[in-house]
């Protein structure tokens, strides 16, 4: 009786995957090590762990950047590695920002609101891209415009909060102070969290993408 040889899920899994692929995962990659030492942070008070969890964010980007050249240069472009884009940017650049936001003191009430909209507003933003990517290239290699601002713009706010902390401005001294009502306090600072994420969702809004 001869047995069948059979190539274990995973590994099929993995023969699916394309060169580009891994540098997107190199990318998720960073956004969870951004959480992490964001959490350590909040933990041990050590300022380079903050520094380094800020500095998840470019490279963040530099693999976002390499995933699409080299999908570009060879040729290979598909619906999983859209979907795995899209993941690795939510991660990236939604969750690890709001997460650093939190450890260096917008724990507010407001704060927790605005950041949690902040992270949905980046979510609906590119599952409407997955959906109306198509249409938006017109039978080209990549969309001619976004609607919104892609998500990767949320390394100016870990920019931000970086120059903040390396000034001495975390936690009872970020810039503004706090505003308390209706029980709840708000550090001003949130606010450019609001405004990104409402910018990231804005239809009316086109970037020509280069």
């Avoid at 001294?173 to 209706?182: D, E, R, T, Y």
Wanted: glycine share 10%; net charge neutral.
């Amino acid at each position: 009786m001869t047995r069948s040889k059979r190539t274990p899920r995973h590994f099929s899994m993995i023969r699916e995957f394309h060169a580009a692929d891994f540098f997107t995962l190199g990318n998720a990659a960073c956004g969870m090590a951004g959480v992490f030492l964001a959490m350590e942070y909040a933990t041990g008070a050590d300022l380079a762990d903050f520094l380094w969890a800020a500095a998840m964010a470019p490279l963040a980007f530099a693999f976002d950047m390499l995933d699409g050249r080299v999908a570009r240069w060879r040729q290979q472009h598909s619906s999983l590695g859209r979907e795995l884009d899209s993941l690795a940017d939510i991660i990236s650049f939604g969750v690890a920002p709001a997460a650093l936001a939190f450890a260096g003191g917008m724990r507010g009430g407001w704060d927790v609101l605005i950041l949690i909209y902040f992270a949905c507003c980046g979510v609906a933003r590119l599952a409407r891209y997955n959906v109306t990517a198509e249409t938006l290239s017109a039978g080209a290699d990549k969309v001619a415009y976004f609607e919104g601002t892609p998500i990767p713009t949320s390394v100016v706010l870990t920019a931000v909060l970086a120059a903040i902390a390396w000034q001495g401005g975390l936690g009872s001294a970020l810039p503004g102070g706090a505003w308390h009502f209706v029980g709840w306090t708000m550090h001003p600072l949130v606010l450019m969290f609001a405004l990104s994420g409402t910018l990231m969702i804005s239809k009316t809004l086109r970037i020509p993408k280069l």
